[in-house]
């Protein structure tokens, strides 16, 4: 009897350790560009619950492409995550109006908010309600091989407007080197030329007139313009072999691998040309340059814009005050300084760019904190459904399947419908 006496103080004893139940909170994730990512936020999440043992973190990811086609479903369902990974823009307003986000503004710290770059807060503000918490920024360039360019004869520092770039693209064919990567199963990176040149054609004013149906819409002149443009890129056939078939991640690899002399891509392919190489170790630091996107003669846009997104996350309708608990957690300092230096992304707490190590990054930093606008991408500025209709004529613009106004008009008939 007083064996079993001392296993039920011994069971009430471990048992009185553990709380009751622990709340668990659901995070969607888009898949991190590289390991590193997921390592970042496993430490995260072991740090949080160490300090909250009450509460237990499910982190789950899918592809860009998954996430956003099962997201809306997710969101209407008992099975929607708690906190979900947001490009912001016009799709986060279009879950903010449809009511399935909830307003953390009374769950946050105003002491943590102060933390954050007042154009990241802004980001994930709509109506005067906070929906969620900034997480970091990304920025669009042209990145170069310079062994290759080199070896093309050509000097990427002084390409200066797109018809500066389209002729080096011509040079670099010309000396038997594939000119671009891009992942063009994946859609949107073949977006970042349409919408930066429609960026540089329209400028930021323009394509909040566009979007508003105004000057002929997102059919309008400047946008078909944008779409000419592209096609006499797309005219010279500067992508790798099957490129319709690459995807994003494969395309980062392929360009660590020397297979092509530019990429058009955020920041953070810095780190993903390296780690999806077949080496792992890619193109070496001194040999990965950038420039700025090329001006547009006669554009309307600040040669100056930068053009990418300010990423974050949502809390979802349901969800209770412990999500924004971890939110406040994992963008504190130390956890975006750790980011930093891992040369993962710009994040955008105050302070953590001490962290950043590449000298690439670092400007790139400055190129954006420098700009007089940073356009977020048209495809999450403009809402879910004309985004993907901006995805899907980019692609066709590219393979040559329809015209510069046959793309524009694709564009601004799911315009009209929203």
């Known amino acids: 009897m007083k064996k079993y006496a001392t296993l039920a103080v011994l069971a009430a004893t471990v048992l009185a350790s553990f709380p009751a139940f622990a709340e668990t909170v659901k995070v969607l994730s888009i898949e991190p560009n590289v390991k590193e990512g997921r390592d970042f936020y496993a430490a995260a999440i072991d740090k949080f619950e160490k300090a909250n043992p009450d509460i237990k973190i499910q982190f789950d990811y899918l592809d860009d492409t998954s996430f956003k086609s099962k997201l809306p479903t997710l969101l209407q369902s008992a099975a929607r995550p708690d906190i979900f990974f947001t490009w912001t823009g016009g799709v986060f307003h279009e879950q903010a109006d449809a009511g399935v986000l909830r307003d953390i503004s009374g769950d946050v710290d105003p002491k943590a908010l102060e933390t954050f770059a007042p154009g990241g807060i ?60 891009v992942g063009g199963k994946s859609k949107w990176p073949l977006q970042h030329y349409y919408g930066y040149l429609a960026t540089r054609i329209a400028g930021t004013d323009g394509i909040v007139a566009a979007s508003a149906g105004e000057n002929g819409g997102l059919a309008g002149p400047d946008f078909i313009k944008a779409g000419e443009e592209f096609k006499r890129l797309a005219d010279l056939q500067p992508f790798q072999p099957g490129f319709m078939d690459t995807d994003n991640s494969k395309a980062g690899g392929l360009f660590g691998d020397g297979r092509g002399a530019f990429i058009l891509s955020g920041n953070y392919m810095i780190g993903a040309q390296k780690r999806n190489s077949t080496s792992g170790s890619g193109i070496s630091d001194e040999n990965l340059g950038f420039i700025p996107f090329p001006v547009v003669e006669g554009g309307k846009g600040d040669p100056a814009d930068t053009f990418g997104g300010i990423n974050g996350w949502l809390v979802s309708k349901n969800a209770t005050p412990a999500a924004a608990k971890f939110l406040e957690s994992l963008m504190d300092l130390d956890n975006q300084t750790t980011s930093a230096s ?3 992304w710009l994040p955008i707490v105050k302070g953590a760019d001490a962290g950043i ?19 977020l991408y048209l495809d999450q500025e403009l809402g879910a459904n004309v985004g993907a209709a901006m995805n899907d004529a980019s692609a066709q613009l590219a393979t040559g399947d329809i015209s510069p106004e046959e793309a524009a008009e694709m564009v601004e008939e799911a315009n009209e419908m929203r």
């Open 122 to 181: 802004k980001a994930l503000t709509y109506k005067d309600k906070l929906y969620g918490l900034p997480m970091y920024a990304g920025v669009v360039v042209l990145f170069y091989n310079k062994e290759l360019t080199d070896k093309a004869g050509i000097d990427p520092k002084t390409i200066k407007t797109w018809d500066d770039f389209l002729a080096a693209v011509k040079t670099v064919k010309e000396a038997g080197i594939t000119p671009i990567v």
């Open 357 to 375: 190590k590449n000298a690439n990054i670092k400007a790139i930093a400055n190129l954006l904190a420098s700009a007089p606008h940073h356009q």
């Open 342 to 344: 891992m040369d993962l």
